[in-house]
């Protein structure tokens, strides 16, 4: 499964658009790319999932460039309730497929008043 | 649904104690996993399974031992405990219908072995 490289922290204010970035640069071409959200003492949220260009759904967008070598999780208009730890993931499809996710440090956002 | 549910919530154990974290689910689905998350890191995988009667290691599996005998239940074995499986663990499942890396997770268990 490809490692994923994502910051380990950003801060915004609520009302402001988050970009969460995270590159995965040796990207093989049946995987999937998938972002969760967990708050604390709770187990992970799965948020949204893309093969390319772009994805949206009613809690986030996630862009894809055509290399695939990166993707970025938007945030629209954060609230304090969107302060949690984001992780980006590379999933890999096909035939062999178990569904295993390989979890890093993921990306904790603080949302400030 | 109750989706994924998890017991205990929290548990204390001595060393060389021995317990079972129990996992049930009630969506139906074949994939079924367990994950350990120590503070401020990500989750590792311990085991997983694909149907019943079927099961695998993670990426960490020493220490811990896994069952399938139905859809619903995944029970994580813990053999003589050690301060390093202080922990919380979670479990989760999918379906893996179509092309989706949806898993649901439970609340967790807060281990610790002292």
């Known amino acids: 499964l490809a490692k994923t490289t994502q910051p380990i922290s950003m801060d915004s204010y609520e009302g402001q658009e988050v970009n969460i970035t995270c590159s995965h640069n040796?990207?093989?071409?049946?995987?999937?790319i998938t972002w969760y959200q967990q708050f604390p003492s709770q187990g992970p949220r799965f948020i949204i999932q893309?093969?390319?260009t772009k994805v949206t759904n009613e809690v986030a967008s996630l862009f894809i460039p055509a290399d695939r070598k990166s993707s970025t999780l938007s945030l629209p208009r954060v609230s304090l309730s969107d302060t949690a730890v984001y992780y980006c993931l590379v999933a890999k499809a096909g035939s062999s497929n178990t569904g295993k996710l390989i979890f890093g440090q993921g990306t904790t956002l603080q949302v400030k008043p | 649904n109750a989706g994924v549910t998890q017991t205990p919530k929290f548990r204390i154990l001595k060393i060389g104690q021995s317990m079972t974290l129990q996992c049930t689910q009630d969506?139906?689905?074949?994939?079924m996993y367990w994950y350990r998350q120590d503070p401020g890191m990500g989750l590792k995988l311990i085991y997983y399974?694909?149907?019943?009667?079927?099961?695998d290691k993670g990426e960490v599996p020493n220490g811990y031992n896994v069952s399938r005998s139905t859809t619903e239940d995944f029970p994580l074995r813990l053999e003589l405990a050690a301060p390093s499986q202080t922990s919380v663990y979670f479990c989760?499942?999918?379906?893996?219908?179509?092309?989706?890396?949806?898993?649901?997770f439970g609340p967790g268990t807060r281990l610790t072995v002292t």
């Open positions: 969506m139906n689905h074949n994939y």
């Open positions: 989760a499942s999918s379906t893996l219908q179509g092309i989706s890396y949806e898993q649901y």
């Open positions: 040796n990207i093989a071409t049946n995987d999937y």
């Open positions: 893309g093969y390319k």
């Open positions: 399974s694909v149907g019943a009667g079927i099961t």
